[in-house]
């Protein structure tokens, strides 16, 4: 099992940027898949980014593509998630899970997710 810790959070303008963190703890996170998925008010939980155990093959949601850049340091337990170019629209719950079927967009394929950390982007 893994335990997740997401921060970085927070109030930006449109136009702007954040960089979230999930910090990880457990045995098992080093051959973990980790993904970014987020939720906005009264929507379903969407895809973000994901990246494989060793962080060399990361896959991103369309909505993102280009926008969002996903890093991992399996030496620190840490995977980062860095937004440019904020819109309105990316105001959400973001949440990280890692799972250890592998990389996936697919929500169900996660065993462990962290509490979220809110981000709101003014118009």
């Known amino acids: 099992q893994v335990q997740l810790v997401e921060s970085g959070g927070g109030l930006v303008q449109t136009g702007g940027s954040l960089r979230l963190t999930c910090a990880a703890s457990?045995?098992?996170?080093?051959?973990?898949?980790v993904g970014w998925f987020r939720q906005a008010p009264e929507k379903e939980h969407e895809f973000v980014a994901a990246i494989n155990r060793y962080g060399f093959t990361s896959i991103y949601g369309d909505a993102v593509e280009g926008r969002f850049f996903i890093a991992r340091d399996n030496a620190k337990n840490i995977v980062s998630l860095s937004m440019d170019r904020l819109q309105p629209e990316d105001t959400a719950v973001y949440y990280c899970?890692?799972?250890?079927?592998?990389?996936?967009?697919?929500?169900?394929?996660?065993?462990?997710w962290g509490q979220g950390t809110q981000v709101t982007v003014s118009s």
């Open positions: 457990g045995p098992t996170f080093s051959n973990s898949a």
């Open positions: 899970a890692a799972g250890r079927t592998g990389i996936s967009r697919m929500s169900n394929q996660y065993n462990d």
